[in-house]
Structure formats: C-alpha cells, structure tokens
C-alpha cells in the first residue's frame, strides 16, 4: 500500500501498513513508531502520534487499526509520515552496543471532495426585518450574504482531485400575503450567478 483514497469529511482506516524486524524474535520490548500528516487527524487525536515502549506486535496492532479525517471541509492531498525505531534491539545474537535504527515511509493520501450545500446569512433576526417607511435596502452590512466553502474548489479547478468550475443557481421568492401588492428591485450584476425571480401571486418583481 503506498496510497490511500477518502472522501472530504470522512474517515478512513489506513490498513494495509505493517512493520517487520529480522532481529526481533519476539524479544524486541523497546520500539517506537510516530506517525504525523499536515491536513488530518489521526485516531482523532490530533495531526501526530508517538508510542514508546512497545513491541512489535503492539506496533503493528495500532498501525492496522490507524485512522484518518482530514481537517473539515478540506481536499486535495496529504502525507502520512510513519517513523518506527527498533530501540536497538538486536535478537539473540546477545550483542550488546548496538545503536537504535530508524525506518521512515510515506504513504499519500487524497481526499476526494465533496458538495457542500451554501450558507445564508440574513440581516435583522434573520426571520424577518422590520420597514422604515415602507422600504428596506439589502446593500452593504444589512444585505443578504451568500457563502459556499466550495468556492476554493472550484477556482482550483483542474488541480489534483479538485470540482470543475460549476455555474450557480440563486432563486428569490417574495410573498406579500400580508401587506398587499409589494416591489422589489434586482440592482446591479448577478455576476457569474444565474438568479431566478419568482413572486406569489400578489407579488409584482421588477
């Protein structure tokens, strides 16, 4: 195993990984591993774990139930970085001395991404806004604020396992049940967005 895939937001065992010793004769009682990525956690604790102390049935036991999350709403790629140390074990051959060894690999991991739905912020108590004279103008601090983390997702189209740049849809629906025959303006550019106007039908939308 050299790669791992998951999908952005959940999580997945990196099985597969395994060490070996040939000077171990299940004697060796002092080995350490740690393990490390930028983008993640492992087990859920945190981006790196380090074990001392262990033998190397109890190194093999973590690395086969060894975790991975990337950190929310992340994609593209990351690096496990595994480190294991023999603590100097050398067998039977009953030579004392001997200098601990290290064994280092990489393994990658791509997080796949996935939609997330946008978020809606609305001005007032964001259920409903009282009017000054009659009128209200979404504008500025007391507009109505679109956010999509997915945004970076597509303005890196093409890079790695990143989205292709899709269009987005907003729809505006007014109901005037309550006060009449109402208005409402569109001012400005939509941009790249592609707005839908809808009304009841007591609603007049300019």
Do not use: C
Request: hydrophobic fraction near 35%.
């Amino acid at each position: 195993t050299d790669h791992f895939i998951v999908l952005e937001d959940q999580q997945i065992t990196l099985s597969g990984i395994s060490v070996a010793d040939v000077d171990d004769f299940g004697l060796g009682k002092n080995y350490s591993v740690t393990v490390s990525v930028e983008h993640g956690s492992l087990n859920g604790q945190g981006k790196s774990i380090t074990l001392t102390g262990k033998t190397l049935a109890e190194v093999n036991a973590f690395l086969k139930t060894l975790t991975y999350k990337g950190d929310n709403n992340f994609n593209g790629s990351d690096t496990l970085k595994l480190t294991v140390n023999d603590g100097g074990n050398h067998g039977k051959d009953g030579v004392e001395g001997n200098k601990s060894l290290d064994i280092k690999a990489d393994f990658k991991i791509y997080i796949r991404p996935q939609n997330d739905a946008p978020v809606i912020t609305l001005p007032g108590n964001g259920s409903n806004i009282p009017l000054t004279d009659g009128s209200y103008v979404f504008k500025g601090g007391t507009g109505i604020v679109i956010a999509d983390v997915d945004i970076a997702d597509s303005q890196n189209s093409g890079d790695g396992h990143q989205l292709n740049d899709i269009p987005s849809t907003v729809t505006i629906t007014a109901t005037n049940k309550d006060v009449g025959i109402g208005k409402m303006t569109l001012a400005g550019s939509p941009g790249d967005f592609n707005v839908t106007v809808a009304t009841d039908t007591t609603g007049t939308l300019v």
